[in-house]
């Protein structure tokens, strides 16, 4: 494959280069992806990674955005803390709010519109892996960590995403 230009000032190379550059911006495109879908943590580091996948995706392609919220019953908050159904219910319904609103932000900075941005409640690999699949995406791209594990190498949920996706799953280096 041959990816040169010539610079040289000759018009005589002008329409070799034209279709050079023509041919390069083609491989490109073609290398982009036409569906990509985004796991956000809704961390400080979220940018990073949005960052990254907005640069993936096809000139007339899809991109959309997803932020899971684990029910709080999974996260250890037993009956010990004296909560009741009703005040979990009500934390919960505002975590959803203030993420909704978070996710919402975020988007608006990538023109990732409302229909594509998701907010789903449950273990946040298997809702990532089952978005994915029920929108036939690409890719998705997540963090190599996230807010649990700055010292690992691979974050717990990044490595679920990874294993058991029916697409490529990239994982992008969060700078410390
Ligand atoms: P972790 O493995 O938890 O350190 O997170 C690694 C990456 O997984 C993050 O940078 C996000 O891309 C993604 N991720 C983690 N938790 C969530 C979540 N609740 N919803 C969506 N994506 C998440």
Redesign the pocket.
């Known amino acids: 494959m041959n990816w040169t230009v010539d610079l040289t000032n000759d018009s005589a190379n002008d329409s070799a280069n034209d279709s050079a550059i023509d041919s390069i911006r083609e491989k490109v495109i073609m290398s982009a992806y036409n569906h990509v879908i985004v796991?956000?943590?809704l961390s400080a580091?979220a940018k990073q990674?949005t960052d990254r996948a907005a640069k993936l995706v096809a000139p007339d392609g899809r991109f959309c955005m997803?932020?899971?919220l684990?029910p709080l019953d999974s996260i250890y908050l037993g009956e010990s803390y004296g909560a009741t159904a009703a005040q979990f219910q009500k934390i919960q319904d505002d975590m959803m709010v203030q993420a909704k609103q978070t996710l919402k932000e975020l988007a608006a900075e990538y023109g990732c519109t409302e229909e594509n941005q998701y907010l789903l409640v449950g273990n946040?690999a298997k809702e990532?892996h089952k978005l994915a699949d029920d929108q036939s995406a690409d890719v998705v791209v997540?963090?190599?960590?996230?807010?649990?594990?700055l010292s690992l190498l691979l974050?717990?949920?990044?490595?679920s995403?990874l294993h058991g996706a029916g697409c490529d799953v990239l994982a992008v280096r969060?700078k410390e």
Not at 142 to 149: E, F, N, Q
Not at 155 to 159: K, L, R, V
């Open positions: 796991a956000v943590d580091e990674v997803v932020h899971v684990q946040p990532i997540i963090g190599s960590h996230g807010r649990h594990g974050g717990s949920t990044a490595n995403v969060i």
